[in-house]
């Protein structure tokens, strides 16, 4: 049977599709451990390598020297008579050398010499040398010229008595050609040690991190995906590492994080039926009051009191049922940012305060040229909250005054709001900006202070209680500035 052959797109797609798994292993977690592994021991094996390629021209300097000295033992043994031209030159490529000295007391004596022709020569007193200088003489080697010519000079450790010293001269390539064949040698040990131990450490990582990592990650996405599936909970291994840590913290997350589900479950059941009782509650409040107002009008003084407290009794049910409506909605919507002043908005938002509340001296301090970033209805009930709070706070007290000003620092502006009152009681402090609180008055609810702050918190600004006491009491509200 015969069968068509692949188009140009599917044989490019079959090539490209090992070097996407390749990259796709290079990139993840085990590949860059792995890269960085080949990649740290080869840095190491480099820095061994510079000291090592010195010790072994060191060491292939004193072998010369050595051999060298050999030699000239060789040639001072033969009894009454001079070596010939063939035995010195025998005697010369036994040693791979050029010519022998001896150099006693600093007096250079030619022991066997040979032919130097116009050959670039330098000098390598092995006796002088530093750490440095055989490390910067081992890189030159390997640059060196051809037929360059290196003249040594050591301490020969075939030597018998003290002070002698040995000077002889050799071709350089030798030593040149040893030590590329050395680095070669280094290389290809440094690639083969640099590639065990990647993998090495591939596996090693793989198993005990990596493995257990996504394993978390895996549990993660999948609570992700189904919160109140229990099956979907993370297991913990038991271990005693910092991976064990992570999976009992995942596990208790998890198992905090489906107890508030089923808590918000239940509290939105009861919302729901709170939101029925409060408008059953509002006709029942709304016939208790026209009952009450009729009692208040009664011509019997007792009677009308009665009334007047009833009155005040059904407007405090009344709109604590309308705040536990409104606090009871989803989530505030978004701001919509505009450029305010604030010394128009907060006498706007005093004004509506005290016709709702009650009067009280209001000083506004506030240049006319200060403005904020922020939403003007959100502003507004801000500001409406907290000074009907401060003059609920006040109490109808003589001299009640409240004072607002305006700071501007950090590119933020800072607004202060001060009432003359009597202070919040520390019983109060703790939860009070924590909605249904303890309120500082008969007639708060505990949910003012609380709208107050979670607008400000949208706006990216803050509410806050600065100082209280004996003499009254400041919040600080902070916007950004317009």
Known sequence: ?????????????????????????????????????????????????????????????????????????????????????????????????????????????????????????????????????????????????????????????????????????????????????????????????????????????????????RRLSRAMTQFQEDPTDRSRTVTASGRSDEIGDAEAALAAMQSEVRAAFAQRERLAALGGAVARINHDLRNVFASAQLISDRLATSKDERVAAMGSRLVRAVDRGIRLCQETLDYGKTQERAPEFQSIAIRNALDDAAGDAFAATGVAEWVNEIDDDVTVSADPDHLHRIFMNLIRNGVQAMDGREGACLTVRAESRDGEVYVTLTDNGPGVPGRVRETLFQPFGISGTKSGSGLGLSIARELARTMGGDVALVTTGDDGTTFEVRLGAG
Do not use: C
Request: aromatic share 6%.
């Open 1 to 213: 049977m015969d069968t068509e052959p692949d188009s140009p797109e599917a044989g490019a797609q079959r090539h490209v599709a090992p070097v996407a798994r390749l990259r796709r292993m290079l990139l993840s977690l085990p590949g860059k451990l792995l890269s960085l592994s080949v990649i740290f021991v080869l840095i190491a094996e480099v820095l061994i390598f510079v000291p090592s390629a010195s010790n072994f021209r060191t060491e292939w300097l004193m072998d010369r020297a050595d051999a060298a000295h050999l030699a000239a033992l060789a040639a001072e043994s033969v009894p009454d008579m001079e070596p010939g031209e063939d035995m010195v030159r025998e005697i010369l490529a036994s040693a791979d050398a050029v010519s022998v000295a001896r150099i006693t007391d600093g007096v250079n004596e030619l022991i066997l010499g040979g032919t130097l022709r116009d050959a670039k020569l330098i000098t390598a007193d092995v006796t002088k040398e530093g750490f440095f200088d055989r490390i910067g003489a081992t890189l030159g080697t390997f640059r060196a010229p051809e037929g360059r010519y290196v003249r040594i000079i050591a301490e020969p450790r075939t030597r018998m008595d003290t002070g002698e010293l040995i000077s002889v001269i050799v071709p350089e390539a030798g030593l040149r050609d040893e030590l590329y064949a050395y680095s070669r040698n280094i290389v290809w040990l440094s690639l083969f040690i640099a590639a065990v131990t990647g993998v090495l450490l591939y596996l090693v990582i793989l198993f005990i991190l990596v493995r257990p990592i």
